[in-house]
């Protein structure tokens, strides 16, 4: 066993908490529908994955889905890819997220301290109704694309429901995007429409957003209008932006409608166009089909996540990650979604507390870095805050680590359960997650998702407990892409997760489980360390060197070493420190003693160098690669898909790193 196994958990669920999880009533259900003995989560799982006809059918009978499921659940199941889930379905994923036209809450939104308002089910209705009109009239069809590079707004989720309502297939990017990398996004997939935002706020600063909306509108010759949305300025001046109109005047002629001519189509009828990170090349397009969003986020909302109507859920993400389209699903469980765009640090970095208990948060979802972050500055919300209402936390981004999950219990909330989430825009869901009725055990992901038959193989191919191997699913699964944009032979999608195992979804992530029957991730295989042969983590060591107070955050990667020899790599660690501080012998020293202390020599870092930026994708994710490659004085390819490329300078031409 390489991970070191706690002595007991942080956290077990009362047993009236576990009697009312949705969950337990879920496997009583099924007890009584299939006749099956499901006592505890094992059972369960082992179910969800050898019936797969039973389990997806009572997934989509647990939400109450709207449409025609026919008679088959699934087609050549033994092929991945290959297999097809419900193939005479009919449905429309906006038609089953507006399920409700009353006045109580749907969306609420905070942009920062400055922007505050509310939309009910009817008002979201109705905006709905009033766009896909629009839409209609200049001609968007099932099959065309609408794009939106928007924040975190009321009016994104508007155009995404209008958008899929008939059948369009929606893709966003966030406007801290630059011209090149948004048209590196769409312009592979030739939008029709896009919807734009004038501005956001950020840090208490406006970043103003129509002078690049003009010159992405330009290398978009397949766009047919632009509308762009007010958020920041009160005049527009839009006449240099082709095919131009605001918000209002785009949808003015339709405010009588109130009505939505929902499309029932196939399951796998393309939702979303999701993107790869970028940062060896242009990004991937990954297209998901509609039915298989919706049941796989129904199941993880309801089930692992305890969603129940009424709720209010929050996850701090951009339109750039897949946290957003997750969030977003909620709607079908009946949650009330709390969105916020911003500094998630403005003021004294208590913002998103503040929000909690204004709002009554009961599920809030964020990064493990902002988790350590707020840890590092010492914020203490269970002392400053009412958290009453809040259940659930959600974690995930990168692998949060063991002193994380002791954080969460001690400074913001003692009962709760803590979920450590992982997938990917892969699969735009988990392989991996929580589980209100399951303890949580320190630095673990509480179990494998239902319907998912998750595994770690090692080198050969071969199941292993205890031991580092390759997070793989050796089932198909519903929530697989469609395939990828322009891949029409659909060897770039197999190449992608095929080409390691046959017919084994292979993800990409080192990983373990753990006696608990639980998984920790120690990052991505490809960013793995190779130091004289032996296989290491990046989060191994990530764990250990941020636990000194002095480290801010830090990135490690295997250089070739020496130059050109083929046989090795030695690891180099790169650290922020705090502001003011300098890297000195005696903290190097620390910092090795710490790692050496805790793991072995082969994690003990060769070189340790400070720098004052760690380089980061959109959505916060440290690349590894992209250091790496700049270590080893190869190109970046895409440099557009990092948050603050400018870091990557820091990395070049290291004295440090030429001995």
Known sequence: MSYPVAERPLWVPAGDRIAAANI?????????RWGRALPDYPALHGWSVEQ???FWTSIWDLGEVRGQMGP????????????RWFPEARLNFAENLLRSRDDSDALVFWGEDRVKNRLSHGDLYRQVAHFAAALLEMGVEPGDRVAAWMPNLPETIVVMLAATSVGAIFSSASPDFGVQGVLDRFGQIEPKALVAVDGYYYNDKIVDCMERLAAITDGLPSVKRVVVVPYVH??????????????ADFVKPFLGETEIPFARLPFDHPLYIMYSSGTTGVPKCIVHG???????????????????????????????????????????????????????????????FDYAQAEGMTHFGTSAKFIDGIAKVGLRPRATHDLSALRAMFSTGSPLVPEGFEYVYREIKADLCLSSISGGTDIVS?????????????GEIQCKGLGMAVDVFDEAGHPVRGEKGELVCTRPFPVMPVGFWNDPDGAKYRAAYFGRFDNIWCHGDYSEITPHDGVVIYGRSDATLNPGGVRIGTAEIYRQVERLDEVVESLVIGQQWPPGAAADVRVV???????????????IARIRDTIRASTTPRHVPARVVQVADIPRTKSGKIVELAVR?????????NVEALANPAALEHFRARPELQS
């Open 24 to 32: 337990t009533d879920f496997a009583r259900g099924a007890e009584r």
């Open 52 to 54: 797969p006809a039973e």
């Open 72 to 83: 088959v659940v699934l087609e050549n199941g033994e092929l991945m890819p290959g297999a």
């Open 234 to 247: 009160a005049h527009h001046d839009i006449s240099h932006v082709h095919h131009a109109r605001m918000l």
């Open 290 to 352: 509609a039915g298989g969003v919706l049941l796989q986020h129904i199941k993880e909302h309801r089930l692992h996540g305890d969603v129940k109507p009424g709720d209010k859920l929050f996850y701090f993400t951009t339109c750039g990650w897949m946290m957003w389209n997750w969030l977003v699903s909620g709607l079908a469980s009946g949650a009330t979604l709390l969105l916020y765009d911003g500094s998630p640090m403005i003021g004294d970095g208590a913002i998103l």
């Open 430 to 442: 988990c392989f991996v997650l929580g589980n209100p009725t399951l303890p949580v055990w320190p």
């Open 573 to 587: 660690l790169f650290v922020k420190l705090r502001e003011g501080l300098s890297l000195d012998d005696a903290l």
């Open 629 to 637: 490659a700049v270590v080893h004085g190869e190109p970046v390819k």
